[in-house]
T-cell receptor, first 113, second 117 residues
Framework: KQEVTQIPAALSVPEGENLVLNCSFTDSAIYNLQWFRQDPGKGLTSLLLIQSSQREQTSGRLNASLDKSSGRSTLYIAASQPGDSATYLCAVVRETSGSRLTFGEGTQLTVNP | EAQVTQNPRYLITVTGKKLTVTCSQNMNHEYMSWYRQDPGLGLRQIYYSMNVEVTDKGDVPEGYKVSRKEKRNFPLILESPSPNQTSLYFC????????????????FGPGTRLTVT
């Protein structure tokens, strides 16, 4: 059974700091890994999608890396801003599960002005 | 605009009163699914559908029903809601035919907050 773990569960940083969120998964037979952002009580916004054959993806100040063999992904946020405050979720699609996502519990990020 | 819509967005109901939460997508996606999100438990899949008339249980299907009569719609039915079904519900969809950099990317609806008293 696939399990996804995110560390830390919560993170508070001053504005402008570069930060790294971690995601690990137990079954390396994944099709892809997706990072989402969720604002309190809101829906999920897709940030980055990394296919299993890729090592990283970038979008603006965000960079996500994937090490499939070790079961790890990191989300790097450069020059953090208060507007980045949200919960960040990673989720994987296993090779044998079609489109089924298995989620981590998320990292709650607070960026202080 | 490509999107997944859910209705209602908020619902307060009483134990035992049947309800339906609708989900619709306009991207011609084959795959649709329902998740519930609870504090400390994260997002868990309830049911999913690989295509029209093809549905299957996820991790927490008890107390729920679904149907997929049309490709764009995937309603979630609670025949006899109970307080332990109070949760935030999300519908999602993705293409299983597209093969490219964004294959199997999941798109989520805005969520339905359900309270059962």
């Amino acid at each position: 059974k696939q399990e996804v773990t995110q560390i830390p569960a919560a993170l508070s940083v001053p504005e402008g700091e570069n930060l790294v969120l971690n995601c690990s998964f137990t079954d390396s037979a994944i099709y892809n890994l997706q990072w989402f952002r969720q604002d309190p009580g809101k829906g999920l916004t897709s940030l980055l999608l990394i296919q299993s054959s890729q090592r990283e993806q970038t979008s603006g100040r965000l960079n996500a890396s994937l090490d499939k063999s070790s079961g790890r992904s990191t989300l790097y946020i450069a020059a953090s801003q208060p507007g980045d405050s949200a919960t960040y979720l990673c989720a994987v699609v296993r090779e044998t599960s079609g489109s089924r996502l298995t989620f981590g519990e998320g990292t709650q990020l607070t960026v202080n002005p | 605009e490509a999107q997944v819509t859910q209705n209602p967005r908020y619902l307060i109901t009483v134990t035992g009163k049947k309800l339906t939460v609708t989900c619709s997508q306009n991207m011609n996606h084959e795959y649709m699914s329902w998740y519930r999100q609870d504090p400390g438990l994260g997002l868990r899949q309830i049911y999913y559908s690989m295509n029209v008339e093809v549905t299957d249980k996820g991790d927490v299907p008890e107390g729920y029903k679904v149907s997929r009569k049309e490709k764009r719609n995937f309603p979630l039915i609670l025949e006899s809601p109970s307080p332990n079904q109070t949760s935030l519900y999300f519908c999602a969809s993705s293409s299983t035919r597209y093969r490219g950099p964004r294959s199997y990317e999941q798109y989520f609806g805005p969520g339905t907050r359900l309270t059962v008293t």
